[in-house]
């Protein structure tokens, strides 16, 4: 639909120095920590970049001081085992500390919807509840 001559897709996006369009992330997937803008499919693929993972998906969850937490859902490749902390510490080498994920939660795999896209909303509606919040 368009608004005011707009086509609003909900995705977030950066342009460069010589113009290219680059997609960042959805905007219902952005965390804000602290003030700070995390774009949770740069966690993801650091995440996913480690031999370890299989899949990842990451949400910001409810917390007192910085608005929002990182928090990582991570699926084990097969005849790996996580170590979380190693995880977290080799996302903040790369992303630095206000994007390295504060938990990581090992499942075996990530919820999908009907068309087979991973299902954020139900990763984030038990501590959004919680939080007395309507998860998006």
């Known amino acids: 639909m368009l608004r005011g001559g707009w086509l ?6 950066r342009r460069d120095e010589d113009g ?4 960042v992330d959805r905007a219902k997937d952005l965390i ?3 003030g700070l ?10 995440l996913a970049a480690e ?5 990842a998906a990451v ?5 007192e001081r910085w608005g929002e937490a990182v928090k990582a859902f991570v699926v084990p490749r097969a005849g790996h085992s996580i170590d979380t902390d190693a ?18 939660e090992v499942i075996a795999e990530l919820p999908q919807t009907t068309v ?12 959004w509840q919680q939080a007395g919040r309507e998860v998006n």
């Open 116 to 127: 087979g896209k991973v299902d954020k909303k139900a990763l984030r509606a038990p501590f």
């Open 87 to 104: 995880l977290m510490a080799a996302v903040k080498a790369k992303k630095g500390s206000h994007q390295s994920p504060k938990s990581i």
């Open 59 to 63: 949400i910001g969850v409810p917390h």
């Open 20 to 23: 290219y369009v680059y997609i």
């Open 51 to 55: 031999p370890s993972v299989a899949a």
């Open 32 to 34: 804000i920590s602290g």
């Open 8 to 13: 609003r897709t909900g995705d977030i996006g």
């Open 37 to 46: 803008n995390v774009y949770a499919r740069e966690v993801e693929d650091a």
